[in-house]
């Protein structure tokens, strides 16, 4: 059963910093590129960040996100995380990652496979 699995959002003020990861299950994540994904009550939903398939693992961000995000893979656990940072109000989203058997892509449309999605609140 193919899944992915979402995990360590929360609460967290201003400034502050929080790790997601996604958990692959059923696939190999290392086959496939992965992208978070955000989205605000009334938004449409975001590409934050990629990072490609294979050994290489180019990465890619949203303008809103550079400097402050990094994304990561471990694929012996078989998990990719996005470490934020400096964390604005304005981050505030359900995080979703995706799974692409090909290059990475912001689109969302282009993503197969998702997470159940992780709640991220920045608020004083």
């Known amino acids: 059963q193919l899944q992915l699995v979402e995990s360590g959002g929360g609460l967290v003020q201003p400034g502050g910093s929080l790790r997601l990861s996604c958990v692959a299950s059923g696939f190999t994540l290392e086959r496939y590129a992965i992208g978070w994904f955000r989205q605000a009550p009334g938004k449409e939903r975001e590409g934050v960040s990629c990072i490609s398939r294979g050994s290489g693992g180019s990465t890619s961000f949203a303008d809103s996100v550079k400097g402050r995000f990094t994304i990561s893979r471990d694929n012996a656990l078989n998990t990719v995380y996005l470490q934020m940072n400096n964390l604005k109000p304005e981050d505030t989203a359900i995080y979703y990652c995706?799974?692409?058997?090909?290059?990475?892509?912001?689109?969302?449309?282009?993503?197969?496979?998702w997470g159940q999605g992780t709640q991220v609140t920045v608020s004083s």
């Open positions: 995706a799974a692409r058997n090909y290059i990475c892509s912001h689109y969302a449309n282009d993503f197969g496979s």
